[in-house]
């Protein structure tokens, strides 16, 4: 009999796992968990970290999204300014899950999807918003013309409330990271610029 104790032992051991698995989860201090009974949501989603009951698969499923600040970047891409000029922009955005349950229904918890539709948004917001100010804005031999700040801010503002409402994420950040001209624009911005910039040496040595 003795001989049998350790196998016993492994045997609980393992058999205790296995319960622990099909009846039980764990949610860490980074994660938010949304728990599914028969495929429709039960329940509030669990926040705070530590151990939860669970009825097994297939009668509850456990969706468990990371809730930390993700980083997505947009292609360098060419939009219009309200001047008819065509600077090349990058813009990345920091988001983060607010609305886990918005968010499952919306993606099936997908990262990828989410972020399809995400580019969509900060597409049509950062056309929207640069559209709406001159090119000068951005580019300028004056740094007071420039007005990164106001336009950044735009856009997250216009971001925020659409992401939000439609898919349960908060967008916390949005920066240009890029900014860039077409060839045909480049030659002429320098020129400008030099023309300003003898403008007020002539103007300081008088």
């Known amino acids: ?25 764990q949610v860490r201090t ?11 949501i039960s329940g509030a989603p669990k926040t705070e970290p530590g151990l939860y009951l669970r009825l097994p698969y297939p009668i509850q499923n456990v969706y468990k999204f990371d809730r930390r600040l993700q980083n997505f970047e947009r292609k360098y891409e060419q939009t219009l300014t309200r001047d008819k000029k065509s600077p090349i922009l990058s813009v990345f955005v920091g988001w983060r899950i607010a ?18 539709s995400l580019e969509s948004v900060v597409r049509n917001i950062q056309n929207s918003v640069i559209g709406r100010h001159d090119f000068s804005e951005l580019i300028a031999p004056d740094p007071s013309q420039v007005k990164f700040e106001q336009i950044e801010k ?9 992401a939000l409402k439609e ?17 045909s624009q480049t030659a002429k911005v320098f020129e400008r610029m030099k023309a300003e910039r003898e403008r007020l040496s002539k103007k300081f040595i008088a």
Not at 1 to 25: N, Q, S, V, Y
Not at 167 to 183: F, M
Request: cysteine-free; proline content about 4%.
């Open 1 to 25: 009999m003795k001989p049998r104790t350790p196998t016993l032992i492994i045997g609980g051991l393992l058999l205790a796992i296995f319960l622990f698995l099909l009846f039980a989860f």
């Open 154 to 162: 735009e856009m997250k503002d216009a971001m925020a409330v659409t």
């Open 30 to 40: 980074t994660e938010v968990a949304v728990v599914t009974t028969f495929g429709s």
């Open 99 to 116: 609305d886990a349950e918005l968010f499952l229904k919306r993606f099936s918890g997908d990262i990828l999807r989410a972020e399809a």
């Open 167 to 183: 898919y349960g994420i908060a967008i916390e950040i949005v920066g240009i990271k890029q900014l860039g001209l077409p060839e």
